[in-house]
């Protein structure tokens, strides 16, 4: 009797990992359902940020419904930049008058189970809501009902306080016609306050996944007070460059990580930099709250300059402040995005100055935070008089101000032969200043 207990109480509690184990076998793939996304161009880009922000405006308006209209190349423009920014992503969407299929593969860490979360959901049309038809997860098939239930499930779960419910409730109605889906969206109340939350969600699980503590707002104060004390110093000795400001910020973190981390010194520092040189809004991304009397003394940091112009500082700084807060690709696509979207506009044009700037923030933050020395080895570099050339490369003969039609003409798209040649040439620069390993000093 004794043993027959034993092996029923044993049953009950191998059994759920078993079928735990084999439910993860069945969603998990070694082959990837999407290979690649489609490559990045001005259109895929301008397509994206309109439909974003068409999305966000409606959602966001005071009239009860709205409509969006938009096309599957829109939605595959936004699934192509999502991937340029994170290789492990893969995503396409295709419309027909009758279904709407969403394909997505996630590239996994190495293990002895498959490298490849697929994911595929089918949506008709319907007057009443979003009518999903399946889920798919890897081998894995749910139906109509709980395909609708786990994904409110997981969405809310992923957004907290039943947010997920609340987005997908925002969908009123979805008609498909041609290549064209139109969805009559319902205004989502308090959507400022449900977006900073997912923000603060979202910030919390990067710094959980990757094991990091938030930053210290009174380490980062501590620095941005300093820039401040160096702002006064410097203002009557035009032109101002930035290398002006790193010297006695990199100065007093390698003092203070005598005995301490000079990763975490180096990132307050920066982010305490991008706050202030780059965009005061740094402060609300990374969950920080300077003091107002503190914001109110920036004024000394306008006509600041990189290689004798405020709008490289601008993009240094910027991107060195996102390589802190997103993964590094993200950084590199936000650069990229950007310098897109200014060929569509008609305006300054595809710069590859700015570019340059872009990718040499990217690396300076990654070198300020590289705990095998290289966080050290630029206080050491730094903490002083330091030149520009030590951080940042020559840049004054690349091409900028393209307009669209020239862009695509001379280079194509971001993943043509021409353009990725010329940018590893930029990488190259930047591998040889000093900060970066390098030699040259120009």
């Known amino acids: 009797m004794k043993r027959r207990r034993s092996l029923i109480i044993t049953l009950l509690l191998i059994t759920p990992l078993v079928l735990l184990l084999l439910l993860v076998c069945l969603a998990i793939e070694r082959e990837p359902l999407i290979v690649e996304t489609a490559v990045p161009t001005v259109d895929s880009a301008l397509r994206a940020r309109n439909m974003a922000k068409n999305v966000l405006d409606t959602l966001n308006d005071r009239r009860e419904t709205a409509s969006i209209m938009t096309t599957d190349d829109d939605l595959n423009a936004l699934m192509t930049l999502v991937g340029r920014g994170d290789q492990r992503f893969a995503g396409r969407v295709r419309v027909s008058p009758e279904i709407m299929y969403v394909k997505v593969s996630l590239r996994l860490p190495a293990n002895p189970l498959g490298r490849y979360l697929n994911l595929q959901g089918e949506l008709i049309p319907d007057e009443r809501g979003l009518n999903i038809k399946l889920v798919k997860v890897g081998k894995l098939g749910f139906p109509r009902p709980l395909a609708t239930a786990l994904l409110k499930s997981l969405l809310n779960l992923g957004l907290g306080n039943s947010e997920g419910t609340a987005l997908m409730e925002s969908v009123q109605s979805l008609t498909l016609n041609g290549n064209t889906v139109t969805m009559n969206l319902r205004a989502v109340p308090q959507?400022?306050?449900?977006?900073?939350?997912?923000?603060?969600?979202?910030?919390?699980l990067h710094d959980f996944s990757r094991g990091e503590k938030p930053l210290d707002s009174l380490l980062v104060g501590h620095y941005y007070g300093l820039l401040l004390e160096t702002g006064r110093n410097v203002q009557a000795l035009p032109p101002q460059s930035l290398a002006a400001y790193l010297g006695p910020l990199f100065r007093v973190a390698r003092e203070r990580s005598a005995t301490g981390d000079p990763v975490k010194e180096n990132s307050a520092a920066l982010l305490a930099l991008a706050i202030y040189l780059g965009d005061p809004r740094f402060d609300k991304l990374a969950g920080l709250n300077l003091k107002p009397e503190l914001r109110r003394l920036s004024a000394y940091s306008q006509g600041v300059n990189l290689g004798g112009r405020q709008d490289l500082r601008l993009?240094?700084?910027?991107?060195?402040?996102?390589?802190?807060?997103?993964?590094?690709?993200?950084?590199?696509?936000?650069?990229?995005?950007?310098?897109?979207?200014?060929?569509?506009?008609?305006?300054?044009?595809?710069?590859?100055?700015?570019?340059?700037?872009?990718?040499?923030?990217?690396?300076?933050?990654?070198?300020?935070?590289?705990?095998?020395?290289?966080?050290?080895?630029?206080?050491?570099?730094?903490a002083g008089n330091p030149a520009e050339s030590l951080f940042f490369p020559p840049v004054t003969d690349l091409p900028e101000n393209l307009p669209r039609e020239h862009f695509e003409q001379r280079y194509g798209g971001v993943d043509s032969a021409t353009y990725n040649r010329l940018v590893r040439d930029i990488d190259r620069r930047i591998d040889k200043c000093p900060a970066y390993g390098g030699t040259s000093r120009r």
Do not use: Y
């Open 191 to 204: 959507l400022k306050e449900r977006l900073k939350r997912l923000q603060a969600s979202l910030s919390r």
């Open 315 to 382: 993009h240094f700084v910027i991107s060195a402040g996102l390589k802190l807060l997103t993964d590094q690709g993200i950084s590199t696509v936000i650069g990229e995005f950007k310098e897109l979207l200014d060929a569509g506009r008609g305006k300054s044009g595809f710069s590859f100055v700015d570019l340059a700037a872009d990718r040499a923030g990217i690396r300076f933050a990654k070198a300020a935070a590289d705990p095998n020395g290289g966080a050290r080895r630029l206080q050491e570099l730094l």
